[in-house]
């Protein structure tokens, strides 16, 4: 767990959540051969670059003008502090190979996502200054749409997956 993050620390962890996602998601854009995962992947990582700049913004307004945050003793801190390891970037990198699957980077996706939620969650609810956390509240908003619009993608690929097998075999396999 990081000793301490003062709130400029949170703003860089932040924009560096939404750099790493979108650089996932154009790397796995350009290295899929599925048209549509693909042009979903470059539109998440174009969401994830706006949700950088929104985060450089704040940062930036932070500096100048001092946004409110909870104390260091709060609940809210200690939850975000150890959240904050995610943001940065302990966590192995994942890999896309020539045998990676529109679903394996779709899954991934979900995982990720799932994982940013957690951090702006705490990091909204650290955040005190009103403007800033209604800010943040979009962007919390923003990254659950994801989670359901990759959801739908994987749950799409997944079908067409097994779609495939029952073609092939000539009968429905059971996939639950």
């Known amino acids: 767990m ?19 996602a979108a650089d996932f998601y154009r790397q796995a854009a350009n290295t899929l051969d599925h048209p549509q995962v693909c042009d979903l992947l470059r539109r998440l990582a174009s969401w994830e670059s706006r949700h950088e700049q929104r985060y450089t913004l704040m940062k930036e307004t932070l500096r100048l003008q001092g946004i409110a945050v ?7 801190y200690k939850a975000l502090a150890g959240l904050s390891i995610f ?7 994942w890999v896309i190979t020539p045998r990676t699957t529109p ?6 996706a979900l995982r990720r996502e799932h994982a940013s939620l957690a ?17 943040i509240g979009r962007i919390v908003a923003d990254e ?9 993608a ?12 029952n073609d092939e075999t000539g009968y429905v396999r059971d996939f639950q």
Do not use: Y
């Open 2 to 20: 990081v000793d301490a993050l003062n709130a400029e620390d949170v703003f860089e962890l932040a924009c560096q959540v939404e750099r790493d």
């Open 154 to 165: 994987l749950d799409h690929v997944s079908n067409q997956t097994a779609q495939a097998a």
């Open 103 to 108: 679903r394996d980077v779709l899954e991934e």
């Open 87 to 93: 943001a940065q970037g302990t966590a192995p990198p």
């Open 70 to 76: 909870k104390g260091v003793h709060s609940q809210e």
């Open 119 to 135: 951090f702006f969650k705490a990091m909204w609810r650290f955040v005190a200054d009103e403007p800033a956390a209604a800010q």
């Open 144 to 152: 659950r749409e994801h989670i359901a619009t990759i959801q739908r």
